[in-house]
């Protein structure tokens, strides 16, 4: 099961298949910040400043975004190692077109994460082109790391296994907090472990796990939910521990957490979708806390559980027995601070 797909259908299917009545936005004064999503271009795979303004445009107040890699524009040439910046260059040239205001007041890509292997020696310089590139908006590294022994990457690329325990890995880490740059986590549940061990070693560095930590549901894991749920509240509790790593509440529509929204003839409501993901939202928020938990679309990957505007009415529905004051925070004040934006 390696290697598997991003989307299971394509953005044009996906358009059609969520073509129906829309819903109405839950308290669309709520500012937010979409602390992640993709952009890409893979002819004829198009999701980029068009389809992204449409659906932060499609009624709820979305106020800015981040941006996280997706292997979207790299170079075609030059340096190996330098390639990802490519990336970096194209999604702030998105984020400069939408400074202008042209487009409207979300400033999309306030807020950039990119990629470079930590375990190369020359690393230092690679950051500092992504920095240049991102002109002032470049915020940190996602170096892949998602890999099970029971169902391998589930990815476009495929991570090298126990990534995060690597010693070079880690030299190539150390660069990080001292550029005022933070790392992006995306691991699976069975990896949580290699997590906190990598905050407890790196303290002053600004972990973000991505997606709440991927409780698979998928292959081997298709008919043991109770025993995932289980081991996964408790990587989370134990991650929850390190001061220095947040969490990003989302990404439940993927694929492989089985809930099997992409299968559906319609699209789930957000009434549906908080009664499936309600349960994993409460152990997140109650082990890190509203000032360390920011709600991220996953677009457009989530795409395929649902609309823009379903996502973030289920986001609201699931915390509406928070305080003001928390949901501003996981909303938007978290991602703000962590991303400095």
């Known amino acids: 099961m390696t290697g598997g797909p991003v989307l299971q259908r394509s953005l044009a299917e996906l358009a059609a298949w969520q073509s129906g009545p829309a819903e109405e936005v839950i308290d669309p004064g709520l500012p937010i910040v979409d602390a992640h999503h993709h952009m890409w271009w893979r002819p004829p795979e198009a999701y980029q400043l068009p389809e992204i303004l449409a659906d932060t445009g499609s009624g709820h107040n979305v106020r800015a975004t981040v941006f996280v890699q997706c292997t979207a524009m790299y170079r075609a040439d030059g340096p190996e190692a330098f390639r990802p910046v490519g990336e970096t260059e194209y999604v702030g040239g998105v984020a400069a077109i939408s400074a202008s205001g042209l487009f409207g007041d979300t400033r999309l890509c306030a807020g950039i994460v990119g990629y470079a292997d930590l375990r190369n020696p020359g690393v230092a310089a690679v950051l500092d082109a992504h920095i240049a590139a991102g002109s002032g908006r470049f915020r940190g590294i996602r170096q892949q790391a998602q890999q099970d022994s029971h169902v391998g990457a589930l990815a476009r690329a495929v991570p090298p296994r126990d990534l995060l325990r690597d010693s070079a890995f880690r030299r190539g880490f150390a660069r990080l ?67 220095n790593v947040s969490i990003k509440l989302g990404g439940l529509g993927m694929a492989a957490y089985g809930f ?21 939202l409460d152990v997140c928020i109650a082990a890190f806390g509203p000032d360390r938990g920011m709600f991220e679309s996953n677009f457009p990957v989530d795409k395929q559980a649902c609309s823009y505007r379903t996502l973030w009415n289920a986001f609201k529905r699931m915390t509406a027995g928070h305080s003001p004051d928390e949901r501003t925070a996981m909303f938007s004040a978290t991602a703000m601070r962590v991303y400095r934006l």
């Open 260 to 280: 099997g929204l992409a299968e559906r003839s319609a699209p789930a409501s957000s009434v549906e979708l908080a009664t499936l993901w309600q349960p994993y």
């Open 177 to 243: 907090a001292p550029l005022g740059l933070g790392f992006d986590a995306w691991v699976y549940f069975t990896q949580l472990g290699d997590v906190a061990d990598l905050a407890a070693a790196f303290p002053e560095t600004s972990i973000i796990l991505n997606h709440i930590g991927a409780p698979l549901g998928v292959g081997y894991y298709a008919d043991r939910r109770a025993e995932v749920f289980a081991a996964w509240s408790a990587g989370i509790a134990t991650l929850a521990r390190h001061p």
